[in-house]
């Protein structure tokens, strides 16, 4: 059992920073024009765990939600105890949302004193396939077999039954995504704006792409905007085969 006397601001802080590391170069940008306020006020924020009031941070976890969706959180008070999570040390990739029933929570005001002991993290082994081989993936039930598996890693990322992971090819996603990292794709995890998702058009192999809705209009957008430009799939039949949910250090 942990105790570590923390504030609001530090537990956010810590939080902001882990989900800044994933987005990289144009996080706080990105955010402060969103919630249009100055880049340096978000700068102290994410870096230096100034106050700021209760709805500005909410303003700014739903704008983290959207532009870094592979972190595993869902609502604010997540967010918070991600934070403490990494505040007394523990590797941020490892956390998980808890019921209440899983933990204690000593008290929620700044200056104060948690208690969390969450739950292991479940481990599930999931097989690393081929971009070709995900794009004949049709439907939840899909059987794997053993020519299909180029290997298996294992992961605390998601529990679906169907879930498998790809390496990534190319430059298109970059610089979030290199080419040779392994990521972890649940195909039961639901699609929404700013998700990164496997995706199939036509006869075509899978390609990995950020889902963005936009009113009416669905675009397909890779992260390297310099090189690649986004689909428009606005009427377009396609097939989202799976959420990206992790990124896997492999070494």
Known sequence: MIMEKTTIESRFGAAAR?????????????????????????SEVVNKDKGASEGLRRKILDEILLIVPTIPVKTYEDFLNLGSWI?????????????????CIAAVASNTTWNISPEPPLIKKIPVISWARAGKWQDAGD???????????????????????LIVKGDSMEPLFLAGETIIVDPGREAMNGSYVIVKNGD????FKQLVMDGPNIYLRPLNTELYKQWDMTGVAFRIIGVVVAKEQRY
């Open 204 to 207: 075509n192999e899978a390609t």
């Open 18 to 42: 882990f989900a800044k590391k994933i987005y990289g170069r144009g996080f706080q940008a990105k955010i402060a024009k969103t919630c249009g306020v100055k880049t340096s006020h978000i």
């Open 143 to 165: 059987q794997f077999y053993p020519d299909d598996v180029d290997d298996w890693i294992h992961t605390t990322a998601t529990s679906h039954p169907e879930a498998f992971a």
């Open 87 to 103: 505040l007394v040390g523990h590797d941020p990739l490892q956390w998980q949302p808890a019921h209440k029933s899983e933990f």
